[in-house]
């Protein structure tokens, strides 16, 4: 992949034991100390990170083995930092490690990155990782007293056990993410654990951390994705739109600024370089902090934090306020006489600098919506700039603007009617018809995932003042997740479109997809038919399950039917649970009324 910078040859300036170049003057004190320490303290859990995340079968012993292998290396390389091994990358002595483990690239099939070397190498690696890991066992849960006791006996083994299990499911979250996941989970272990109610006080502290898990492997996992499949100048306009609307204070040049800062730090992250995430992330917040008049006044307290809590602590902050002066509208854009003469000149930076000064402007919008803005503003342009006057043709602008929001915006009021409408269980059921249509190829477990995180979104969302900008967000990265992160699916040609198409314009493009009738059958009496083998399978199967299934099967055998039918034949064969030869008479479900019984054709050639 392109997209990921080869440069590695400065990465030796940011060896693991870079921390020992002491500062040569008394005054020289070095920002990154903190951070220099910090990863020396946690070289067993970045360790523990890289491997699990790069090879996602291995096993707990190899970890350990390995993390033996890597503090032999930390103690050899501190006691002697001019030995010629310690000049090397973390992430590449770490890659160098798994390879020189005897039998272990064969035994997990990584032998094909090992034969390669430098960027092909750590590219194959990159590409190793496994978004979907139904290959892997469920995770493990122990009975909290089990749990604590293990914890007792062997606290530091039982967190790595811990941290290795969460990392290999969650191969592409961000290294400081683990981390503090693990200082939490460390933190409901220690305090749990001197408690009674062992159960209900994991209970009660797990749920917050696993949220926290998902929403940002969500979120870092679509913008990953965004990298890979657009490139970094798309990656640069979701991080213009985002930081605008969280800092409207800041100039456009030091936002230029900061924002190479956070496109290294993607770069870094993304391709799972565990220590130089944790290095440019903590370079951001540095950045950020030591220019805090520039940019806001509610950082104070989180500047004061220590890494990694600084960073979360910044993005869980709220927004800074708007300038005072600022006007509603910015007039360059729209008004002056030589916007066309700028595009032909840097198309790229105008349009960021749109994207900033619509942003910070309008920052309750979504940062797909501020996208999707900044896609109408282009296309505006080069249609304007190539007529006869093209200061009269995008002077009206703001109106296509407008519409294009007002389009989301019923998108998303149209979903929350639906949410305040309907049962929790029915709402999941409609979001697995809707992606079953347009991806039948998915699996169940997939097409399950993906409804969830769609009603997720909707109960999160539909009661906030925010709405709109908390529902886009979120169900942007439901298809983010559906997309792909280091991959291009192929999935079907219209979703494999959706997905590559336009990043901005998803949500919509997915929202007027067709049913795919890949799967169809011919006639109602076949689809009765494979409905009935479906359901009388399988007795021990869980109840929900079954429903699920059913209602995918369904859709992927007759995509085409209404609502109404699907709902009549959904309802006949869950009423009669595990009883499945009395289901009474489904072929009434498609009895058109007034007209013959079982008209096939028509049932099975019924368009909407
Ligand atoms: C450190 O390693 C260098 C290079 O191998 C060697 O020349 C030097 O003597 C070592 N220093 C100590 C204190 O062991
Ligand atoms: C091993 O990896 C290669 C390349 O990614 C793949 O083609 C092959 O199917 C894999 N084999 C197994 C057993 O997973
Ligand atoms: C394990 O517990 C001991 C004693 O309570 C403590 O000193 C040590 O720091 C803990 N280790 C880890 C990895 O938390
Ligand atoms: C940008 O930041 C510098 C300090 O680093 C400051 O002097 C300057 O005024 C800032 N510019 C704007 C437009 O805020
Ligand atoms: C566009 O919408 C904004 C905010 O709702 C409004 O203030 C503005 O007048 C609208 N502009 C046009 C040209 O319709
Ligand atoms: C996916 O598609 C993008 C854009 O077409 C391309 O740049 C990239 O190399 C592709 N990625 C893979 C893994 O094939
Ligand atoms: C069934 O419906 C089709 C299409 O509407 C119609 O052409 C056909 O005559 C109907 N068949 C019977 C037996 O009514």
């Known amino acids: 992949m392109k997209h990921i910078k080869f440069i590695g040859f400065i990465f030796f300036l940011f060896s693991l034991t870079e921390s020992l170049a002491l500062p040569t003057k008394p005054q020289d004190i070095d920002p990154f100390l903190d951070t220099h320490k910090f990863i020396e303290e946690n070289t067993a859990y970045l360790t523990i990170i890289a ?177 890979m499949k657009f490139g970094p100048k798309v990656l640069n306009s979701i991080n213009t739109a985002v930081f605008s609307k969280k800092f409207p204070k800041i100039g456009f040049q030091n936002l230029t600024s900061l924002l190479e800062d956070v496109s290294t730090m993607y770069d870094v992250c993304c391709e799972g370089d565990v220590v130089q ?150 709402l999941l059921l409609h979001y697995l018809v809707k992606f079953t249509k347009a991806a039948p190829q998915l699996s169940l477990e997939e097409l399950i995932y993906l409804s969830k995180g769609m009603t997720e979104a909707l109960t999160t969302c539909c009661t906030l003042s925010e709405e709109f900008a908390c529902v886009d967000d979120l169900a942007d990265l439901v298809l983010g997740d559906l997309c792909g992160v280091n991959e291009n699916r192929t999935i079907n040609p219209a979703v494999d479109h959706c997905c590559r198409a336009d990043f901005a314009f998803r949500r919509h493009c997915f929202e007027h997809l067709e049913a795919d009738t890949t799967y169809a059958l011919s006639s109602v009496s076949a689809l009765i038919s494979a409905l009935r083998s479906d359901w009388c399978q399988n007795h021990n199967e869980d109840l929900q399950n079954k429903k699920h299934r059913f209602m995918v099967n369904l859709v992927k055998w007759m995509p085409e039917i209404t609502a109404k039918e699907r709902l009549c034949l959904f309802t006949k064969f869950t009423a009669v649970g595990e009883k499945c030869e009395e289901v009474q008479e489904p072929e009434t479900c498609f009895r058109p009324e007034g007209s013959n019984i079982g008209n096939e054709s028509e049932a099975a050639n019924k368009k909407r």
């Open 51 to 227: 491997v699990a995340q790069y090879v996602q079968e291995v096993s707990f012993d190899e970890v350990e083995m390995l993390v033996k292998v890597m503090m032999d290396y930390r103690d050899r390389c501190l006691a002697n930092r001019t030995l010629p091994e310690c000049s090397k990358i973390a992430n590449k002595v770490i890659q160098d490690m798994i390879c020189a483990t005897e039998g272990l690239p064969q035994k997990h099939n990584v032998s094909h990155c090992c034969s390669k070397t430098d960027f092909a190498r750590r590219l194959c690696f990159f590409y190793n990782k496994k978004a979907k890991t139904g290959f892997l066992p469920p995770f493990p849960t122990l009975d909290p007293e089990e749990k604590c006791q293990a914890y007792k006996n062997n606290n530091g083994s039982f967190l790595n056990l811990y941290m290795y299990e969460v990392a290999r499911r969650n191969p592409f979250v961000f290294s400081p993410v683990l981390l503090t996941v693990a200082a939490r989970f460390e933190e409901a272990a220690t305090t749990c654990c001197e408690q009674q109610e062992k159960a209900t006080c994991f209970q009660a502290k797990v749920v917050p951390i696993t949220q926290y898990l998902k929403a940002s492997s969500s979120y870092q996992g679509t913008v990953c994705g965004a990298l």
């Open 277 to 426: 995430c944790i290095r440019s992330q903590s370079q951001i917040m540095n950045h950020i902090c030591s220019k805090q008049d520039f940019i806001s006044s509610k950082i104070k307290e989180c500047c004061e934090k220590k890494m990694p809590e600084c960073e979360d602590c910044i993005i869980n902050t709220n927004k800074e306020d708007k300038p005072e002066d600022l006007s509603p509208r910015e007039p360059k854009f729209t008004d002056s006489k030589n916007v066309c003469q700028e595009r032909d000149s840097n198309q790229d930076g105008l349009l960021n600098e749109f994207t900033y000064e619509y942003s910070r402007r309008h920052n309750y919008l979504s940062t797909p919506e501020l996208l999707r803005i900044t896609k109408v503003y282009k296309d505006l342009l080069e249609d304007c700039c190539s007529r006869e006057n093209p200061a009269g043709c995008y002077q009206h602008a703001e109106d296509k603007f407008n519409k294009t929001t007002e389009k989301s915006l019923a998108m998303v009021q149209q979903e929350c009617k639906l949410f305040q409408g309907l049962e929790k269980d029915a």
